[in-house]
């Protein structure tokens, strides 16, 4: 079989799994996650060694990146916790959503379940396919899972401990699957009908190569160029607080923000940021006004109005007016997340009412954007696109709903026509 | 300018105009309808004359076409009317779906916002012109419409009205865009920068081709192959109406059965349904136990069970089990609407948990397949598709969601780390 055929098998065989995964019993899905959680323990070693080998063929690598693909006790703790926080979320499935008497004896339900088959494709972190894996369990989905080549024996090796979790709880174990090498990823992106969502992380380049190479519904995001704008009345102390955490807490992730707009007003704010930012190394790109303002700051060019950096760079730019501001937002932003520093409830308001982003905020930092922070459990990706599921996705992005309809022989012709029978329309409580 | 060009400007006019609706209040979207409505009484002279020189230019199309084109004052006070029942429905933007306090003075807040812009195609229906200029106005989203030319000229009217309606409240009337030709629609499909939904209208294999060829996001279905399943226990006059009804109250709809189920102990039920079929005029096709019990009727194909006839025809399966039933509808459905007609509780029960479709019934016809029937108030179409919005879609399937975060300085770094402050994560009702 070439890679193309094996995938296809692999995937019908998920696509199987979904039968009984999409009307399991959450205490069932919870026992496969407290099965994985004690496997994790039992097979501690032979974890840890397949990491090893993984991380010795790694050591040309990025320092960061060797990190994120380490594992060692502390971190296969962090795992087992995680499978039991997940296991102790409410069931996402059989949720009822709507309730609603159409006429006597006709009732309509609509009801969470699962979304089917999950194709995700994220980095060479063995937390995130534990983490990956745990939602998708959870939400009675089956998954095809590719994770970062650079840790494939440590992934294999959870996905079958997640395989096995679900063999314990007599769950289908086809409902987690293990895709390598990039060929996989390009198979899998041909399988529209078998796959239902692709979620891609990792780099821009790969998530925008990934949504325009395949039909599938792809769930997330490319880039994250996230703005703050510091209004007239901004505190300049707070505004010093929140520019440093949002740009210099975790710069490379993707709700750190990459242009600071600044009101004509604010150039007392700002020359407290710059300094406060200038002292911890970053390094800042300013339009004329603000290079007038501070002639020690870069001179910005139109492409870093549109640029992630990724890196402790920001550019600045002066805008006259609050309108200005969202008008720079909408023209560059990426719909990501987008913040507001202001002591006027006015201008608060307006701020959040107008600004079309995932999220908007007001005097906090864009670094908020996240499901765990959000309260959601876990996350798998952050959203901009608008459709199903927009934001930090947790597991509400991973189910969907269906109706159900009871009667007693109810018929449309009766209520159809001159004689026509009126509905009820009452909704149950 | 070509048509490429001149369908980008439109678009680009609707896009600008969203942000303007984006942030209206509720009122003033009612207001528009309202004026439309007024509007379309006052001009109706003028629209029944449109229609009329539509109407004329059609005289070679077949009755059934040319009974949808047509408009007269009973059809007009029902657009009028419906106008008026969409703006009377509750607001669906600006609702709480979240509150979440994350820690003290530190709030999130997921509120509904609109989709962004439509494009929509649809039938040469004045009144779906109507209703679909209203769903898009009562939910904030601009809208690019592009009806069937054969009732061009009413469309344009329609549409002036629609937008003289949103300049009478305030709103841009820019929200509404018609596009006409075939060209137009190839030209719509590529700007998926510019448009964040198309909702196609119509023949499957337009829907197929719509989907098939743009990266924009498509609502709707293809197919409507939709089942019932007789069950052992079916009690057979209730099978006689249920299946009259879904079969013949109105064969062309997408939510009319096209296969039959038979359990192998209802041949006494099968008997009753098909002479009652029979003396309709409808055509039956059956497979080989069908035909020994029924040997008038004629033998279904393979083909026959991926068929969506849109026509009086039925074909009719016999199964030993509620499992084989479940298992061809799962190979051959297309997810639209599955019914089971059974005095079994326990039967009932499983089919509704383990058959994977937009609608599951018992003991109801799957015509009910329909917003207004579910008490939508209106619907743009019914979604096979998984994500976002499955099954009759109203106004709720054009929106989405942006997460609101207000806070008082709140930084991520705090929340970091070893001496991370935990979150509170509580809800606020």
């Known amino acids: 079989m070439n890679t193309a055929e094996h995938t296809r098998v692999k995937a019908e065989a998920a696509r199987r799994a979904t039968r009984r995964l999409g009307f399991s019993e959450g205490e069932d899905r919870n026992r496969a996650l407290e099965a994985t959680a004690a496997l994790l323990l039992e097979r ?3 974890i840890l060694q397949a990491n090893a080998a993984d991380c010795q063929e790694a050591s040309d690598l990025p320092i960061a990146v060797r990190q994120r693909m ?50 995700v494709i994220f980095e ?21 899972l590719k994770g970062g080549r650079e840790t494939a024996r440590t992934h294999a090796l959870l996905a079958e401990l997640l395989r096995e979790g679900l063999g314990a709880a007599g769950l289908p174990e086809d409902g987690i699957q293990v895709l390598e090498g990039r060929e996989a990823v390009e198979s899998l992106l041909d399988l529209p009908e078998l796959v239902d969502l692709i979620i891609p992380r990792g780099s821009k380049d790969l998530v925008r190569y990934i949504q325009a190479r395949t039909r599938i519904p792809v769930l997330g995001h490319a880039d994250g160029i996230c703005h703050i704008y510091l209004d007239a009345s901004a505190d300049p102390a707070m505004a010093v607080d929140l520019v440093r955490d949002a740009k210099l807490q975790y710069p490379a992730a993707c709700n750190a923000v990459e242009t600071l707009l600044v009101h004509r007003e604010g150039e007392a704010a700002l020359r407290a940021v710059a ?14 006004t603000v290079r007038e303002w501070l002639p020690w700051i870069a001179q910005a060019t139109e492409a870093d109005w549109g640029t992630e950096y990724s890196a402790p760079v920001l550019s600045v730019k002066v805008v006259e007016t609050l309108d200005e501001a969202m008008a720079h937002i909408h023209t560059y932003g990426s719909g990501h997340t987008e913040a507001i520093l202001t002591e006027d409830p006015a201008a ?4 959040l009412a107008e600004v079309d982003a995932a999220g908007v905020y007001h005097n906090a930092s864009t ?29 509400e992005g991973l189910v969907t709903g269906k109706y159900l309809l009871r009667g007693g022989g109810h018929r449309v012709v009766d209520y159809t026509g001159p004689e026509a029978r009126p509905f009820l329309h009452r909704d149950i409580p």
Chains 1, 2 share one sequence.
Do not use: W
């Not at 995680?82 to 309509?108: C, I, K, N």
């Not at 060479?124 to 998954?143: C, E, F, H, V, Y």
């Not at 300094?275 to 004329?288: K, N, V």
């Not at 954007?369 to 597991?395: K, M, N, Q």
């Open 367 to 395: 670094r908020f954007a996240d499901g765990y922070r959000y309260g959601f459990g876990a996350e798998v990706g952050i959203s901009t696109g608008r459709l199903h599921a927009r934001g930090p996705v947790g597991l």
């Open 348 to 351: 608060a308001a307006r701020f």
């Open 44 to 46: 501690r070693k032979s």
């Open 124 to 144: 060479a972190r063995p937390d995130a396919a534990i983490q990956i894996g745990a939602l998708a369990i959870k939400t009675g989905n089956a998954s095809l």
């Open 70 to 119: 380490h594992l060692d006790d502390v971190k296969l703790m962090e795992m087992v916790r995680s499978l039991r926080a997940v296991a102790a979320l409410p069931d996402p499935l059989g949720q009822v959503r709507l309730r609603r008497l159409l006429d006597e004896g006709l009732e309509l339900t609509q009801i969470t379940c699962p979304l089917g088959v999950l194709g």
């Open 275 to 288: 300094e406060d930012l200038r002292m911890l190394g970053a390094e800042l790109r300013g339009c004329d």
